[in-house]
């Protein structure tokens, strides 16, 4: 089965400092990776997709196979980042698995 | 575009009850999937219905049960009602063939 792990629940960083969310996942196959965000009162939404590689609001995400992660990182953390993520590598169907998710808090 | 609509947003039920929560899909999309997000947790897939047909199934008792309707829009079904569904239930919609979905903004349902 695949499984996602994001280790820390919180993440704590001040403005304009660079960030990293930590996604480590298992998957038989090749994987289609995404990255979900939800912010205060307001629905989950679609943040980007590896395949794509994309940079959504200065975030990007590196696959790593080697180490069967996908980090999101962005360089300088703004306020308006804080927000829950979720890393989700599909299921079945590539039906988003999510993890637990991180809470990112950027204090000015 | 109206993007994915839930009802109803909140309700409460009595343990042993049934329920029937409602979606709307994104204009366009055919495909949707239902999780269930308890309090600090992620969301966790129920189910997923494309061509009126559950063709995914999260790790959920039978009491979990859905439906979709020839234009797309999604029911799901809770018999028996415990105290440990209480969660916010999300809809997403989208294409078959694509990647991604759309979320609803969630029904809150509280057994007591």
């Known amino acids: 089965a695949q499984r996602v792990t994001q280790p820390e629940k919180l993440l704590s960083v001040f403005k304009g400092a660079p960030v990293e969310l930590k996604c480590n996942y298992s998957y038989s196959g090749s994987p289609e990776l995404f990255w979900y965000v939800q912010y205060s009162r307001q629905r989950l939404q679609l943040l980007l997709r590896?395949?794509s590689r994309e940079s959504i609001k200065g975030f990007t995400a590196d696959l790593n196979k080697g180490e069967t992660s996908f980090h999101l990182k962005k360089p300088f953390a703004q306020e308006e980042d804080s927000a829950m993520y979720y890393c989700?590598?599909?299921?079945?169907?590539?039906?988003?698995?999510f993890g637990r998710g991180t809470s990112l808090i950027v204090h000015p | 575009d109206a993007g994915v609509t839930q009802s109803p947003t909140h309700l409460i039920k009595t343990r042993g009850q049934q329920v029937t929560l409602r979606c709307s899909p994104k204009s366009g999309h055919d495909t949707v999937s239902w999780y269930q997000q308890a309090l600090g947790q992620g969301p966790q897939f129920i189910f997923q219905y494309y061509e009126e047909e559950e063709r995914q199934r999260g790790n959920f008792p039978d009491r979990f049960s859905g439906h979709q309707f020839p234009n797309y829009s999604s029911e799901l079904n809770v018999n028996a009602l415990l105290l440990g569904d209480s969660a916010l239930y999300l809809c997403?919609?989208?294409?078959?063939?694509?990647?991604?979905?759309?979320f609803g903004s969630g029904t809150r349902l509280t057994v007591v």
């Open positions: 997403a919609s989208k294409t078959w063939t694509v990647y991604g979905y759309t």
């Open positions: 989700a590598p599909p299921g079945g169907s590539y039906i988003p698995t």
């Open positions: 590896h395949i």
